[in-house]
């Protein structure tokens, strides 16, 4: 789990910069943070990042038929 500005550095920004377009960003289904620990969850943001950057996301059913 994140905080705003690490999820930010994470994602090469700064917890500003996400703060200033985080209503942008969740219009593109961005992950909301955690409703009761108000923190962001790096394997949410890894899957949009994957699904709008272009790479396949599987739900866990289709990933196991490809094992």
Same mark, same amino acid.
């Given at each position: 789990?994140?905080?705003?500005?690490?999820?930010?550095?994470?994602?090469? *920004? =700064?917890?500003?910069?996400?703060?200033?377009? #985080?209503?942008?960003? *969740?219009? #593109?289904?961005?992950? !909301?943070?955690?409703?009761?620990?108000?923190?962001?969850?790096?394997? !949410?943001?890894?899957?949009?990042?994957? !699904?709008?950057?272009?790479?396949?996301?599987?739900? =866990?059913?289709?990933?196991? #038929?490809?094992?």
């Amino acid at each position: 789990m994140l905080t705003r500005p690490q999820a930010g550095a994470y994602m090469g *920004r =700064s917890g500003q910069w996400l703060a200033d377009h #985080e209503a942008e960003l *969740r219009a #593109e289904g961005f992950p !909301a943070p955690h409703p009761v620990l108000g923190l962001y969850d790096r394997k !949410a943001i890894d899957d949009w990042l994957d !699904a709008t950057g272009g790479r396949k996301v599987y739900a =866990s059913a289709e990933a196991e #038929e490809w094992n």
